[in-house]
């Protein structure tokens, strides 16, 4: 099989998957939206359990999400569309997205930011996706805490830092379906989140097996450092 096809049916299939979990999802979300009303009708405390449920089907509709942006990449089938956009109400929007997808109670996510007002031109859409990857990355390796911290780096560029306490691991490879060591994933996750953010005009900087780094507005790789240090402050 030539390269062109067999690249061809693996979007092909990336897209069916995604396809029969985004339905899956569907219908049991709006299950699960009857039951909640059924329950406070009757005044049963089931609360728990709907929530667990929910979760686990706004979980799979994520892997839905995140194969289908992954054959749209390998297809080169996205039209950017960039947007000014703040970034502040967007992490936090991303933030309260991770933490009802991966509840952990013991985990903190704390998000940083230098005082004058940001905003970012880029792919909203899209950009949000990679904020997501990256910060569910942190939180499922953090101990006890997630540290996102953004503002204006040496130059005019924008730069979001995202660190977490847990074990170290190696850089990714940055390419689908690639294996590591230290993984049990399929290399989707950082490979999207390395598309967007070159497609963005940025770079991706990884140090110290704990720290990501994304650069908007530069090409040139920076370090993972304090801000306050990168812009001299």
Request: aromatic residues 4%.
């Amino acid at each position: 099989m030539n390269p062109a096809d067999e690249l061809d049916l693996r979007s092909e299939f990336l897209e069916r998957l995604a396809h029969e979990l985004r339905g899956l999802s569907g219908i049991t979300l709006g299950a699960l939206d009857e039951m909640e009303a059924i329950f406070l009708d009757a005044q049963s405390d089931a609360s728990s359990l709907l929530e667990l449920a929910r979760r686990g089907a706004l979980r799979t509709l994520r892997l839905a999400e995140q194969l289908q942006r992954s054959a749209q990449l390998e297809r080169g089938e996205v039209e950017w569309s960039p947007q000014t956009v703040d970034v502040a109400v967007l992490l936090d929007d991303v933030v309260q997205r991770v933490q009802a997808l991966h509840r952990r109670r013991n985990v903190a996510i704390e998000v940083q930011a230098s005082s004058e007002p940001h905003t970012l031109s880029v792919d909203e859409e899209w950009f949000r996706a990679a904020l997501l990857e990256v910060i569910t990355e942190s939180l499922r390796r953090a101990r006890t805490r997630v540290e996102v911290e953004f503002g204006k780096g040496a130059g005019s560029e924008l730069t979001i830092v995202v660190r977490d306490d847990g074990q170290a691991r190696l850089e990714p490879l940055l390419k689908r379906f690639s294996k590591q060591a230290d993984s049990r994933g399929l290399g989707l996750s950082w490979a999207l989140v390395a598309e967007v953010v070159h497609a963005q005009g940025g770079s991706l900087h990884f140090e110290g097996g704990n720290c990501v780094q994304m650069t908007l507005g530069s090409r040139e790789k920076g370090d993972c450092q304090s801000l306050e240090t990168a812009a001299g402050v």
